[in-house]
């Protein structure tokens, strides 16, 4: 039985000292595979930890992108300088984390909407997936989305699900997966599980998003990508099914939308 965490910041300084015990202790919990989201400031070399991190670990793959809490640094010398982040390594297989963040609003809103654009168009153009945060902006959203992503070979990931019922079946409809991290346990989260119940399996994935949101039984520890099991089993019980299934479908959802297959478990990746 394999689980891949989609979604994880373990570049980050919360797992400077103890970086690789996190990564074997992920692996002795049957996590196959991380994706490392590469976040934070695009001048001073805070997204290239994510690169670095997948460089050094078998299995890990990264993703680059500007998070709405930055888009006011957003400008072409960081388009240039993800670029070549994305060039630099194949562990590199999509773009984000990118999109609206209203909660905080640490960007300027109209910063984010038109950083959000280009950052989409820039993924288009390299070909690679997009990665998608939002928070306190369901509507505007979705609204970009359904008009920046009806190109041909699309391919989304809706990241830490955090909406209603209505907005997932509206990034379903654009073709969107969704992912769903530790918070689907926490006792009022009801409306997440409102919107779990509108996705199925094949467009169905997990993550941790780690060190944040620490699913129940671990809540207030640091969370970390072997906790995502602990998602999967509360999904499994959630959709009525052995935690065996799901975990395979969304491994196999995993590997399938991003094109990765392994000649055996815990081996490193090659490219179909």
């Known amino acids: 039985m394999n689980f891949i965490d989609s979604h994880c910041h373990i570049d980050g300084e919360a797992f400077d000292a103890d970086r690789d015990e996190v990564v074997e202790n992920a692996k002795k919990a049957g996590v196959l595979a991380m994706l490392v989201v590469g976040t934070g400031n695009p001048h001073n070399g805070e997204v290239a930890k994510a690169v670095e991190t997948a460089r050094k670990y078998e299995n890990v793959f990264a993703s680059v992108g500007v998070h709405p809490h930055d888009a006011k640094l957003y400008d072409d010398a960081a388009e240039e300088t993800l670029v070549k982040l994305v060039k630099s390594s194949k562990k590199v297989i999509a773009w984000g984390e990118i999109g609206l963040d209203f909660y905080y609003d640490h960007s300027p809103r109209d910063v984010q909407r038109d950083v959000f654009r280009r950052q989409i168009r820039k993924a288009k153009e390299l070909d690679l997936p997009i990665i998608i945060h939002s928070r306190d902006a369901d509507d505007e959203t979705v609204e970009i989305l359904t008009e920046e992503c009806s ?34 346990t926490f006792k009022k989260a009801e409306n997440l599980r409102d919107a779990a119940r509108v996705v199925p399996l094949e467009k169905l994935l997990i993550e941790t998003d780690c060190p944040f949101l620490t699913p129940i039984p671990f809540r207030g520890k640091r969370n970390e990508p072997q906790f995502v099991v602990e998602t999967a089993k509360f999904l499994a019980d959630f959709y009525g099914i052995k935690v065996e299934k799901l975990a395979n479908r969304t491994t196999h959802n995993f590997l399938d939308f991003f094109k990765i297959r392994f000649a055996t478990e815990n081996t490193e990746f090659t490219e179909k």
Do not use: R, V, W
Not at 157 to 184: P, Q, R, V, W
């Open 151 to 184: 190109y041909p070979n699309f391919k989304g990931i809706m990241h830490c699900f955090g909406g209603t019922a209505k907005m997932a079946e509206s990034l379903l409809d654009i073709g969107f997966m969704i992912s769903f991290a530790g918070n689907i």
